[in-house]
């Protein structure tokens, strides 16, 4: 999980178009594409809260994809995102 060193937003791939990491959305942390969502907001309802993604499409007012997406990030990227929400616990 790099910062784009363009200011660009990055797609991480066709088949997680859905997230989206931007420096300046989510202090640049990736988050779904056209909201202020990060997958760290997915992973704590998710892994850590066991909140279902029924319910995480409700709260964060998602569809399916979205969130879908978000989860399939946080399993192939699962140590990055892991340290990442250590990172922003012990900021914030």
Known sequence: ME???TGR???YN???AHIVQHPEVCDG???IA???VSVLDVYEAYQL???TPED???HFSLNPVQVFSALTFIHEFAEDVEH???RRRAVG
Do not use: C, D, F, Q
Request: hydrophobic residues 35%.
């Open 29 to 31: 942390v990736p988050h």
């Open 84 to 86: 990442a929400y250590e």
């Open 14 to 16: 066709a088949t997680r």
């Open 3 to 5: 910062k784009s060193s």
């Open 9 to 11: 937003t990055r797609a």
């Open 56 to 58: 995480i499409m409700k």
């Open 34 to 36: 056209n909201s202020r």
């Open 49 to 51: 809260l066991g909140v």
